[in-house]
């Protein structure tokens, strides 16, 4: 297996359920951490338990498209190269049509389709520099197979998968690794703004999320998990 130690990684989404477990397995694991996030104070609190330094990571506000700019230049001011690469950032609207509108339907597809694709055009020369790192997203199920009311997040994660998957054909005669990972249900901050009836208790939890991302971290550069499928044993919606 890959060895985490001393490995420069970006985890963007720092401060959710995942990224934040995920960002301490890494820490634990010897690897040199960079965190981006949107809320400031909790994205103190993930740095400080993974000892990251005030200069090792950055607010995102991700409805601004300079700001993916400024968190290259502050993280390449850091670490002279990128080996991991993990999106765990994203916003969940679950809407009917009926009641999904404009502003909803773009703002996300903003947080989970651009703002990816801002993250590609920043970091990914960097690799294609060295010809090497590993790319991890996280479409979820929903990037995979439908859900009545999740047109925008659907769309959105769909968009996600096709790019992932056009970039690796552009780069497949290096190194570089990309996977997408497909959770189902996780019980996180998501499902606290979603009016939809859910037996949390059943889904996967925030921590073997976390674990899935460490290990897929930890492959060799030999071969690539292009996709990986987690999800509940148990149907989750009531």
Known sequence: MQILKDK????????????????????????HLFLAG???????????????????????????PDSINELKE??????????????????????SMDTLDETDFLNTLQANLVVPFLLMKAFLPAMKATKTGLI???????????????????????????????????????????TNLFLGGVDSAFWDSIDLKVQRGKMIQAEEAAKAIWFLCQQPDSGVVSEMVLQPFNHQVI
């Open 38 to 64: 949107r809320n400031k104070e909790q994205l103190q609190t993930v740095a400080a338990a993974c000892k990251v330094s005030t200069e090792r990571y950055f607010v995102l506000n991700d409805s601004q």
């Open 136 to 178: 991890i997203n996280i479409p979820g199920v929903l990037g995979k197979v439908p859900m009545a009311g999740a047109a925008a997040y659907c769309a959105s994660k769909y968009g996600l998968v096709g790019m992932m998957q056009s970039i690796r054909e552009e780069v497949k005669r290096t190194d570089i690794r990309i």
């Open 8 to 31: 420069n990684v970006l985890i963007v989404g720092a401060t959710g359920s995942i990224g934040s477990k995920t960002a301490a397995l890494l820490a634990g694991s010897g690897a």
């Open 74 to 95: 502050k993280y390449f001011q850091q670490f002279a190269t990128i080996d991991i690469l993990i999106n765990a950032a994203g916003i969940g609207i679950i809407k």
